[in-house]
T-cell receptor, first 113, second 115 residues
Framework: GESVGLHLPTLSVQEGDNSIINCAYS??????FIWYKQESGKGPQFIID?????DKRQGQRVTVLLNKTVKHLSLQIAATQPGDSAVYFC????????????FGKGTMLLVSP | EPEVTQTPSHQVTQMGQEVILRCVPI?????FYWYRQILGQKVEFLVS????????KSEIFDDQFSVERPDGSNFTLKIRSTKLEDSAMYFC?????????????FGSGTRLTVV
C-alpha cells in the first residue's frame, strides 16, 4: 500500500548548524502534510504544516518545503539547538473526512553542544 | 495550554488479560483518536471517534479492540485479550472541529507491555 517514509533514520549536527530532515511520500492525492516532533516519553508535538497547493511555509526557525513533482517533503531547522534533539515525523492526511494521519517512520535528530 | 491526559503511563499485563487505557481529551474538542507506536516503528492509526460513535478504524482495530466515551470527559481504549504483539505506546489525541487537520493534540502515551 502507499505510505510515507523517511530517508535518514539518524541525523547528527552541531549546535548552531542548520538541519534538514527529509521525507518521501507516495500518495499524490494527499493534500495536507504535517511535521511532528517527539521527545522521549512524550506524544507527537505539532511543528508546522503545509497544504499541497503550497511549496514553502515558514515558522519560527523552521521551514517546510514541498516538492510535489518528486513527492518530497523536507523540514529545515535553522540554528539547531540541543533542545531540538528528538525524533521527527512527517505525516500526511489521506482522508480529509476525519483527518486520519498517516505517519512516516521518523528521523532521530541529535544535536551536540 | 490545555493537554490531553493519558493514564497509566505504563501498563504491564499478562497475555490474554484485558486492559483499559484511559484518556481525558481537551474539554472542547469533538474528535477523538487512538494511535499506537510499536517500538522503533512509525505511529499507526487505530480508530477515530466522533459524535459518540466510531467514525473510522484501521485494519489493526479488530474485534479485540473497543472504544468508549463513558462520560463527558473520558475516552477509553479496551483490549479484550492482549497478545504479545499488542506491546506498544498507545497515544490518544483530540481536536476541535473548527481547526481542521492541524488541531490535533496528542497525549504523552501509555506504554503497554504484554508479557
Amino acid at each position: 500500500g502507499e505510505s510515507v517514509g523517511l530517508h535518514l533514520p539518524t541525523l547528527s549536527v552541531q549546535e548552531g548548524d542548520n538541519s534538514i530532515i527529509n521525507c518521501a511520500y507516495s500518495n499524490s492525492a494527499s493534500d495536507y502534510f504535517i511535521w511532528y516532533k517527539q521527545e522521549s516519553g512524550k506524544g507527537p508535538q505539532f511543528i508546522i504544516d503545509i497544504r499541497s497547493n503550497m511549496d514553502k511555509r515558514q515558522g519560527q526557525r523552521v521551514t517546510v518545503l514541498l516538492n510535489k513533482t518528486v513527492k518530497h517533503l523536507s523540514l529545515q531547522i535553522a540554528a539547531t539547538q540541543p533542545g531540538d534533539s528528538a525524533v521527527y515525523f512527517c505525516a500526511e492526511i489521506m482522508n480529509s473526512g476525519y483527518s486520519t494521519l498517516t505517519f512516516g517512520k521518523g528521523t532521530m535528530l541529535l544535536v551536540s553542544p | 495550554e490545555p493537554e490531553v491526559t493519558q493514564t497509566p503511563s505504563h501498563q504491564v499485563t499478562q497475555m490474554g488479560q484485558e486492559v483499559i487505557l484511559r484518556c481525558v481529551p481537551i474539554s472542547n474538542h469533538l474528535y477523538f483518536y487512538w494511535y499506537r507506536q510499536i517500538l522503533g516503528q512509525k505511529v499507526e492509526f487505530l480508530v477515530s471517534f466522533y459524535n459518540n460513535e466510531i467514525s473510522e478504524k484501521s485494519e489493526i482495530f479488530d474485534d479485540q479492540f473497543s472504544v468508549e466515551r463513558p462520560d463527558g470527559s473520558n475516552f477509553t481504549l479496551k483490549i479484550r485479550s492482549t497478545k504479545l504483539e499488542d506491546s506498544a505506546m498507545y497515544f490518544c489525541a483530540s481536536r476541535r472541529e473548527d481547526r481542521e487537520w492541524y488541531g490535533y493534540t496528542f497525549g504523552s502515551g501509555t506504554r503497554l507491555t504484554v508479557v
